[in-house]
């Protein structure tokens, strides 16, 4: 069974920093499209950043400059850096691998 645990959540405030992470476990990473997501309440879930098995990226445009996806396949960990954090960014924050599994979430908030 494919699990996805994220982790490095918090508050923090604007224009603070965290780090992301999404540990697999069951699956090997490296073959498959990893993606970070976030869903305020009550909308839809939206896509931050994806990352191919190739390394090549793609991000969402606002976040395009403070967001970084990298992904260690030793480690079967893919990282979300995010940085000059906005109030607007807060949420919950998801992993997911090859569009198949989600992990449960790891909440960001920022305020001052």
């Known amino acids: 069974q494919v699990q996805l645990v994220e982790s490095g959540g918090g508050l923090v405030q604007p224009g603070g920093s965290l780090r992301l992470s999404c540990v697999a476990s069951g699956s090997i990473i490296s073959f498959y499209k990893m993606g970070w997501y976030r869903q305020a309440p009550g909308k839809q879930r939206e896509l931050v950043a994806t990352i191919r098995s190739s390394g090549s990226t793609n991000y969402e445009d606002s976040v395009k400059g403070r967001f970084t996806i990298s992904r260690d396949n030793a480690k079967n960990t893919v990282y979300l850096q995010i940085n000059n954090l906005k109030i607007e960014d807060t949420t919950a924050y998801y992993c997911?691998?090859?569009?198949?599994?989600w992990g449960q979430g790891t909440q960001v908030t920022v305020s001052s």
């Open positions: 997911n691998l090859g569009d198949l599994t």
